[in-house]
C-alpha cells in the first residue's frame, strides 16, 4: 500500500458536526486527530476501490 502526504489545511464544520465530533471522542476515547486519521485512511482506501467520487471526508458514528 502506497502511503501518501496528506496536508489538511483546513477542515471546515458545522456546530452539529463539531457536537457530533464531541460525542464520538466521549465515546470511544479517542483524542479528535485519531478519529481523523481513521476517516481519511477509510477516505482512501475506498477511492483507490472507486467507490467514492465525493470531494470530502465523512466521519461515521456508529
Known sequence: ???R???LKTIRL???DLERLERLKQ???KSLSEIVREAVKKYYRQEEKRKIKKHYIEIEIE
Do not use: H, N, P, S
Open 1 to 3: 500500500m502506497k502511503k
Open 5 to 7: 502526504a496528506v496536508v
Open 14 to 16: 458545522r456546530k452539529a
Open 27 to 29: 465515546l470511544t476515547g
